[in-house]
DNA sequence: CAAGTTCTGGTCGACAGGACCATAACTTCC
DNA sequence: GGAAGTTATGGTCCTGTCGACCAGAACTTG
């Protein structure tokens, strides 16, 4: 909103011509995991620009409504999922030329979702894909627009989030295994953490995870049947996991 | 951008009228200390909508320059303040109506500083001032357009960034004590940190503040005159306290 | 039944972090 | 000039957390 309040050039009410006029949209890095590694959601472009490059899905804001329900409204056009709690705002992109049509500033979200595998089996497969986030970060990918940025912050965004709210059990599904969420961990952190020590953080304390009686079936490997559990109320206030490295802060250095 | 490639009705080439345009603006919440309490810089406004009231500062994004660019202008133009490393983008606010007179999409910037003081005491008086946050989060002071709401997110951010950032240094000159450190932190979170504790933190391991051999003027009560530190290279990586409560994670409940 | 795999509980030591005390070094006030 | 007050700085102790590691339980397949 115009707050140049000092300025004696602006008039008491503004005329919209006199201002660049910018479209703006809304782009979703959605993320789920698959065979235990991070994946993101990407659609490819069938016309130019970037005519046949991945792209992030999104779409223009519309004047009547707020910029989560535009998210909210993309995502549910986009998947059929209809859960707004885990949406997220993580960053605005407005470089110039980002578009080489036209002035296009984006508002990115980040969207964390089980079993998106189905959803995009039913569309068209060749229109839209999950693959690998570590594809996309390093490169072998090329995206369109600015999208590899956005992803990058995006993945960034969930390492954060990870140790400070509760995103980790929007990765796994209503009932869940200890060693499941203990996956999300490892997978999107990359990093190795003892499975006794990580079952202890989250099952002795309360509120974590409740045991629902139930065993999960062992995988194809055999071994023993683990619990099932389902999400606490914990969760709402922060992660109950840290990062390993994290803790040891102000070494590395002299 | 957009990336609706399974839509038919899109053409190849945007024509800019078929979508609704927006204005675009870029917000700073200028935070900084000031008798050991946070306060933020507004201006009041003197033009219709919400005139007389306050407002944070900010301006229109123009078509080429990024949004970051923008940000620094403004906080240039604002406050003669050219320091575009504190600046840091948290959020993005579109709702419709914000703004009565047309679509404006705003993206917020936060921006911490010391000395505003000299700054705003160089401006019109009337027109910028330096105010306590908690007159704004409290709403004592009730903003223009949605800048309460958008205050509040900034404040929620610095307190955040304080325990994972260096931001803590900004707040504080080139030259600094332990206890002028510490008053961020304790501004910030609201709260009381031993100070035989905090000094120990960040003095013992190097890295954190580098000892300048002089001492500070004690103040008006007396005292013993304070060590003169300046900021070590660690806080690029972060902030060497963590948020008292913030280790009882788990606790409450049960 | 044997071997393999995974889950689950236990122990132990290192260490960060907070509470608290004591002393040093300066101020102002009498 | 001394007393009282204030702030800075260093020390000690104690508790809880967290990771490494071990051992047993419970299932699989062959």
New interface residues.
Partial sequence: ??????DPG?P???N?SE???????V?IVILTMLKSRLHVLL??????PFEGKW?????????????DEAAKRELSEETGVDSASLLK?F??????G??P???????AYLAVLRDVGAVVAG??AA?AALLPVSEALTGKLDL??D?ARIVRDAVERVR?DLE?TGIATAFVGPTFTVAELRAVYEAVWGVHLDGANFRRRVVT????VIPTGRRARPGAAGGKPAELFRAG??WK??G?IRHPQSPE???G??
Same sequence: chains 1, 2.
């Fill in positions: 909103m115009p707050t140049k309040t000092r602006v008491a009410a503004y919209p201002f660049p006029a910018f479209a703006v949209t782009d659609v490819r472009r069938g016309v130019a792209a992030i899905p999104g779409g223009f804001k519309r004047p009547n409504e707020t910029l705002q960053g605005a992109y407005g470089d110039p980002r578009d049509r036209m002035n296009v500033v984006t508002v569309t068209d229109a369109a627009f999208h954060v400070q304390e309360s509120g974590w109320r914990m206030q922060g109950p802060r102000g070494k250095n002299q």
